[in-house]
C-alpha cells in the first residue's frame, strides 16, 4: 500500500514538473504575440471566468492563464499531500516553498497586466519600483514573474526525483538513512562534492540565462543583433560604434540600443559558457559508475546542442514563434535537468556508495 501511494506522489510530482514547463512554453506564446494586454483585467478575465470572445490574443493569454491556474492547483494539492506525508521535513518545506512560489507568481503575472490597464495600480507601482515609466515597470514585473516561473520548475523537478519510490520509501527518506563506508565509497564521495560545485555553477550560469532571455524577450531585444554566430559581422560587437540610426521608427536613443545589444551580446556568450560547462560535465560523469547521471550528461549534451541551433534559428527566422517557444521550452528543461544532476549527486551519496561497496 505505501510503495503503491509514493509511486503516485511521484507520479504527481512529475505531473506538477511537466506542466511547468507548459506554462513556460505558453509564457512564451504569450509574449512572442505580444497577447500580454489583450486581457486588460485580473484575475478575471473581461470581468468573467471564461470571456465571451475567445480568438487571437485574447485565446491565447486566456489559455495562459488556465495552465497557470492547473498549475497553482497541483503544487496546492501536491503540497497538502507532502505536508501529511511520511517524508522527511525539508521536502515537505520544499513543497510549501513551490506553492508560494507559484502564487508570487501569479500575482506578479496580474501585476505585469494591471501595471498597464489600471491607472492606480501603475501609480502604485511606479512608486514601489521608483521607475519613472509604466513600460519599464511592466518589464520588471515581467521578468520577475519569468524569474519565479523558473524557481517553481526547479522545485517541481527536485520533488518528483526525491519522492521517486524506492524500496517501499521515497528516495528522499533513503538518503537521510543510509549508511555508506569503505574507502572506495570515501573516494567516490569526495569527486561528488567536487562535482556537485561544477552542478551548481552550471545552475547559475542557467539560471541567469534564462533570466538574460526574459528580459531580452520584454525588451524586444531579440533581433537586436541581426546576424549569428557574428554580431554585427564581428565576433565582438564595437560597442563604441554600434550601427545606430537615429531616425528609428521606435524613437530609440543611443544608450538604450547598446543597453540591448549589450543584453543580446550577453546572452550568447553565457549560451557558450552553458555549453563548454555541460561539455566538461559529461566528461567528468563518464567516470562515475552511476548510470542515472551519465544519461542525464548525455541529456544535457543533446539539449544544449539543440538549444543553440535553436537559438540561431530564432535569428535566423526573425522570432519565428514556433522556434521561439521551443527554444524557451528547452531552456527551462536544461534547467530542470541541471537540478535533477544536483539531486541524483546527493541520493548517489547516500544510496549507490554503500552498495558499490558491499560489491
Same mark, same amino acid.
Not at 34 to 52: E, M, N, V
Given at each position: 500500500m505505501q510503495q503503491t501511494f509514493n509511486e503516485w506522489l511521484h507520479r504527481l510530482a512529475a505531473l506538477v514538473s511537466l506542466v511547468s514547463v507548459i506554462l513556460i512554453a505558453a509564457g512564451a506564446l504569450v509574449t512572442s504575440t505580444? *497577447? =500580454? +494586454?489583450? %486581457? $486588460? +483585467?485580473? $484575475?478575471? *478575465?473581461? =470581468?468573467?471566468? %471564461? $470571456?465571451?470572445y475567445l480568438a487571437g490574443g485574447v485565446l491565447i493569454e486566456w489559455a495562459h492563464r488556465v495552465v497557470a491556474g492547473i498549475l497553482a492547483l497541483l503544487v496546492l494539492v501536491l503540497t497538502t499531500i507532502l505536508a501529511f506525508s511520511s517524508v522527511p521535513r525539508w521536502l515537505k518545506w520544499m513543497g510549501v516553498i513551490a506553492l508560494v512560489a507559484v502564487i508570487a507568481q501569479a500575482v506578479l503575472g496580474g501585476l505585469r497586466v494591471l501595471v498597464v490597464s489600471h491607472e492606480r495600480v501603475q501609480e502604485v507601482a511606479l512608486t514601489v519600483t521608483k521607475v519613472s515609466h509604466p513600460d519599464t515597470a511592466r518589464i520588471l514585473f515581467a521578468v520577475a514573474h519569468a524569474t519565479l516561473a523558473q524557481i517553481v520548475l526547479a522545485l517541481a523537478f527536485a520533488i518528483a526525483l526525491f519522492t521517486k519510490p524506492l524500496k517501499g520509501k521515497v528516495l528522499g527518506a533513503e538518503c537521510e538513512v543510509q549508511e555508506m563506508g569503505g574507502r572506495k565509497g570515501e573516494t567516490i564521495l569526495l569527486r561528488l562534492n567536487r562535482f556537485r560545485y561544477i552542478i551548481v555553477a552550471l545552475i547559475a550560469l542557467i539560471f541567469a540565462q534564462l533570466i538574460l532571455g526574459a528580459v531580452m524577450r520584454h525588451m524586444e531585444a531579440g533581433l537586436i543583433i541581426p546576424d549569428f554566430p557574428t554580431s554585427f559581422g564581428k565576433i565582438v560587437p564595437t560597442f563604441g560604434n554600434l550601427p545606430f540610426d537615429p531616425n528609428n521608427p521606435t524613437r530609440m536613443t543611443y544608450n538604450e540600443f547598446a543597453f540591448k545589444v549589450a543584453i543580446n551580446f550577453a546572452h550568447r556568450v553565457n549560451g557558450f559558457v552553458i555549453a563548454a560547462v555541460i561539455f566538461a560535465l559529461f566528461w567528468i560523469v563518464r567516470s562515475f559508475p552511476f548510470v542515472p547521471l551519465r544519461r542525464l550528461g548525455n541529456w544535457l549534451v543533446g539539449l544544449v546542442i539543440v538549444q543553440i541551433a535553436l537559438g540561431g534559428l530564432s535569428v535566423w527566422t526573425e522570432l519565428a514563434v514556433p522556434v521561439t517557444i521551443a527554444h524557451v521550452a528547452v531552456g527551462a528543461t536544461l534547467l530542470g535537468l541541471s537540478v535533477l544532476l544536483l539531486c541524483q549527486t546527493f541520493a548517489h551519496s547516500r544510496l549507490t556508495l554503500a552498495k558499490g561497496d558491499e560489491r
Open positions: 505580444k *497577447s =500580454g +494586454d489583450a %486581457i $486588460p +483585467d485580473w $484575475p478575471t *478575465s473581461y =470581468g468573467a471566468l %471564461i $470571456p465571451s
